[in-house]
């Protein structure tokens, strides 16, 4: 294990090291493309290949480097190592809004997601890079168990008219805000009229999710609906895991017409 841990610490001390392994993984390279790419002299070079060549990490090949299994297997983790910790650092402040034990994924998985956070400067930032994603779109599914009734409806023309295909599933907490106030009653009123889907959810909903086209989108809002943050991801499985909660939720919900959308005090 020391030895291990020891090798762990000799890549991961040295961004340099790091970029050469990650280099030769991905394709094989000479002594000059290395000094060139890794902007060090020929002396360090030598050092930094022998230091790899000693631990079995990287061969050569006639005029050329290249990892080995155990060097490419040493660059993959790295690399995954690293972006995990970057996603740590950009999550820290919104962690708590964000409920991975409720959502089954993990924080790895949104390592090649983009964040954007709401601050004092652009409160609305999340809200203005959801309308972004939507203004193209063809296609958006979304969970709802917060609302808030102030935010964009940009894209509502494109969903009355048919441009932006849209099934919406709420809790009934959800359902309960849109309904007291009346531009929203009204919004849900005409996107049924529309042949929109819309259903009620009797289980608990953890996240505001959407998926638009082939992105995933988290709102990470407070107890109020306020977007504090939007976690935007195309991972692949991400998508996966989305789609299957939603068609689990949709499997479980119940359809609801226009006179759901009425006032409590009607």
Request: net charge negative; charged share 30%.
């Amino acid at each position: 294990m020391n030895e291990a841990f020891e090798d762990l610490q000799f890549l991961a001390r040295s961004p340099t090291r790091i970029r050469a392994v990650k280099l030769l993984a991905a394709t094989p390279r000479n002594r000059d493309e290395l000094v060139d790419e890794l902007d060090i002299s020929r002396a360090t070079l030598s050092r930094l290949l022998r230091q790899l060549e000693d631990r079995d990490w990287i061969r050569r090949d006639k005029e050329r480097y290249t990892t080995t299994r155990f060097g490419t297997a040493m660059a993959t983790d790295i690399t995954q190592l690293l972006e995990t910790a970057t996603t740590i650092r950009q999550l820290r402040g919104i962690v708590q809004y964000l409920p991975f034990d409720d959502l089954g994924i993990e924080i790895h998985q949104l390592n090649d997601a983009r964040i954007t956070e709401a601050t004092s400067a652009d409160p609305v930032a999340p809200a203005r890079r959801v309308g972004q994603v939507l203004d193209s779109a063809e296609r958006t599914r979304i969970l709802k168990h917060v609302i808030d009734p102030n935010a964009s409806r940009s894209q509502y023309g494109a969903v009355i008219d048919g441009t932006l295909q849209t099934e919406i599933i709420l809790t009934h907490d959800a359902i309960t805000t849109v309904c007291e106030y009346p531009d929203s009653r009204q919004r849900y009123q005409d996107m049924i009229a529309n042949d929109v889907g819309v259903y009620r959810c009797d289980d608990t909903i953890p996240i505001n999710l959407k998926i638009v086209d082939e992105t995933v989108l988290f709102s990470l809002t407070d107890d109020n609906g306020l977007v504090l943050a939007l976690i935007e991801s195309d991972d692949e499985d991400v998508r996966s895991w989305a789609t299957d909660l939603f068609n689990g939720y949709r499997d479980e919900a119940t359809p609801v017409g226009r006179e759901t959308f009425t006032s409590h005090r009607e």
